[in-house]
């Protein structure tokens, strides 16, 4: 299909609702079932003793890098936003990629902020989760060898116009093969083609977020034959209704979910 590893304990994951333990033990099943991919840990916390605890379970089970989110809530100076990411990223062999949300976190770092990191060997990207695309061209020109993630589906196809290598998105888990695709019509110059494949994607995102884009990717994998369940609480469960417009309105328009090579 094209997918090369995955980004395990990130947002779609509910990383945040999970314990420390249940953070370990995803990390470990997907460790089992895809150990030839390569392998990204989120560990990110607010609580820098369990992110360094759970950097040091991604070095044990031989993932290939560890990421985090800012610190958040709190209001951290930069300083200490710098001394946290350090921190973690000399608690362990592993490269750090940092996961820049603002919108998520409520840290909006610059091209400044984030060279600060980048110029570091420990330090091998970034994952971009933001539409400022004027950092990212900045961050990219800056730093060529540097790996670039894009984050935000809907906006793949801008990002690789700015510099991003590849991406991380949610809606991979069900629509890999779309994000393929433009990544690869946009490698031979084919832009009107990728245009039309974001925007078939970005009309399903539509509808994901219509009615809570965790519940609803995890519905349409259910309803792919595979159990995913519900969204913890305090996410709201969807209703027979939005049940059947994923039903109707989304599902056809998929191939499923196949394994990765």
Do not use: W
């Amino acid at each position: 299909m094209g997918v090369k590893g995955f980004y395990v304990c990130g947002s779609t994951g509910e990383a945040f609702l999970l314990s420390t333990d249940e953070r370990k033990q995803v990390m470990e099943i997907v460790k089992d079932c895809a150990s030839d991919a390569t392998l990204i840990a989120h560990i990110g916390s607010v609580n820098e003793a369990e992110a360094t605890e759970l950097a040091k379970c991604a070095e044990r089970l031989g993932y290939n890098a560890i990421s985090s989110v800012a610190p958040f809530y709190y209001k951290f100076s930069f300083e200490e936003i710098k001394g946290y990411y350090n921190r973690l990223a000399d608690s362990v062999e592993l490269p750090m990629l940092v996961y820049h949300f603002p919108a998520f976190s409520g840290v909006n770092m610059g091209a400044g902020e984030i060279s600060q990191f980048l110029e570091n060997d420990k330090f091998l990207g970034v994952k971009f989760t933001s539409n400022d695309f004027f950092t990212l061209e900045q961050i990219k020109s800056k730093f060529p060898n540097k790996i670039v993630y894009n984050g935000f589906d809907e906006m793949f196809l801008s990002g690789l116009s700015m510099g991003a290598d590849g991406g991380i998105g949610s809606t991979y888990n069900f629509m890999a093969d779309k994000f393929v695709a433009i990544q690869k019509l946009f490698a031979e110059n084919r832009i009107a083609e990728a245009q039309e494949v974001q925007r078939e994607a970005n009309r399903i995102i539509t509808l994901l977020c219509r009615f809570g884009v965790m519940q609803a990717e995890k519905e349409v994998l259910n309803q792919l034959g595979i159990d995913f369940g519900e969204c913890r609480k305090p996410f709201l469960s969807l209703n027979d209704e939005q049940k059947s417009v994923v039903a109707k309105e989304i599902i056809p328009f998929i191939k499923g979910v196949e394994f990765y090579v």
